[in-house]
């Protein structure tokens, strides 16, 4: 069973930089696409970036440039750093594995982001 957690939310100024940590167990991570996904409250979910196996990264256009998605299969661990932020970044961060063939999709619980002064 693949567990997803996400860790490394909290208050963040803006202008200011913040990491997300995705850890995973199971043997999944080095194979599957990896995705940050936010919700914020009266929206829907939404993609903010994602990473494939080989390194392959797509963004939201408003985070292009100021985010940054990462990973280390050694570790079993994805990581998004947000430089910049915003106050219309805040939200509940969650980390998405996601098997390339269709064979699995798992979430973590979210972690919280808000930017203010």
């Known amino acids: 069973q693949v567990q997803v957690v996400e860790s490394g939310g909290g208050l963040v100024q803006p202008g200011g930089s913040l990491r997300l940590s995705c850890a995973a167990s199971?043997?999944?991570?080095?194979?599957?696409?990896m995705g940050w996904y936010r919700q914020a409250p009266g929206k829907q979910r939404e993609l903010v970036a994602e990473i494939t196996s080989g390194g392959n990264t797509n963004y939201a256009d408003s985070v292009k440039d100021r985010f940054a998605i990462s990973r280390d299969n050694a570790k079993n661990t994805g990581y998004l750093q947000m430089n910049s932020p915003k106050p219309e970044d805040t939200a509940v961060y969650y980390c998405?594995?996601?098997?390339?063939?269709?064979?699995?999709?798992?979430w973590g619980q979210g972690t919280q982001v808000t930017v203010s002064p």
């Open positions: 998405n594995l996601r098997h390339p063939h269709g064979y699995g999709n798992y």
């Open positions: 199971g043997s999944i991570f080095s194979i599957a696409v």
